[in-house]
């Protein structure tokens, strides 16, 4: 996929694309998975999207005449397009431009994010998102800049600004034994999210390693090599602390 105007609102760099997604929103997804991102991940499954120059050129064109194949799938099971990543709001007006034209032809929109780029340039992709998956890594600023290399902040200031919007928002929480699951942090997670007016429910995700191999591809040290799934046990108990405050999890 090329373009030789390389517009940003009408070309960007993506890495991939699944065109009948179950887990990245409502009903069947075609998803854009972005190229670029700033965080570090310790759990990263697609380390492969870090570099911004990586990936390939797409234009919104030929992707929305793409998606425009895939509408009857999505129309009947409540689904849409998904655009995840990487970080999508590296690219926002790229992001934006397609989540308009779908929104065009009546498809619902879902943006996956950390929250964690520049806020004054992302603010307009919202402006066409019917609904944001916003990552939380962490809620202690130790734990989170453990595990993405960052600073929590960007994505606190990202979810207080949902909620302003009242913007339908699902939270994702990566349980990590090991890393993530110290019952004080998840209580944090679950006060901050419990003040937000606009979260539907938060999802948890139990850590896996089905990424390994891409690091280990890339020549990247995998620093949960030896970091296991979390037991059914951990996760209930997890989602057993979200519902206390009164959060639906799952």
């Not at 972005?34 to 064109?61: E, F, M, S, V």
């Not at 992001?95 to 032809?105: G, K, M, N, S, Y």
């Not at 699951?181 to 937000?196: M, R, S, T, Y």
């Amino acid at each position: 996929m090329t373009d030789s105007t390389q517009n940003p609102t009408h070309t960007g760099r993506i890495h991939s694309i699944e065109t009948c997604g179950t887990v990245d929103g409502p009903g069947i997804r075609f998803v854009i998975f972005t190229q670029g991102c700033r965080l570090r991940c310790q759990y990263c499954h697609n380390p492969d999207t870090r570099d911004l120059g990586g990936g390939k050129l797409a234009t919104i064109d030929e992707l929305i005449g793409e998606i425009e194949r895939y509408r009857v799938y999505m129309r009947a099971s409540g689904g849409g397009v998904t655009i995840s990543g990487g970080e999508p709001l590296l690219q926002p007006e790229f992001v934006r431009e397609i989540f308009r034209r779908c929104q065009a032809l009546g498809i619902h929109t879902t943006l996956d994010t950390s929250g964690f780029p520049d806020f004054k340039r992302s603010q307009p992709v919202l402006d066409h998102t019917d609904l944001v998956l916003l990552d939380i890594k962490s809620f202690d600023a130790h734990t989170y800049h453990r595990v993405t290399g960052v600073s929590i902040e960007p994505t606190l200031h990202f979810a207080n600004y949902l909620s302003k919007l009242n913007k339908p928002t699902w939270v994702r929480f990566v349980l990590v034994p090991g890393l993530t699951d110290e019952p004080a942090n998840i209580a944090g997670v679950a006060q901050f999210v419990a003040k937000l007016q606009s979260v539907k429910k938060v999802e948890i995700l139990p850590f896996h390693q089905m990424g390994k191999y891409k690091w280990q591809a890339m020549g990247y040290h995998y620093p949960l090599e030896e970091t296991p799934t979390p037991t059914p046990t951990q996760v209930q108990q997890t989602i057993d602390i979200f519902a206390s405050h009164g959060l639906k999890a799952s």
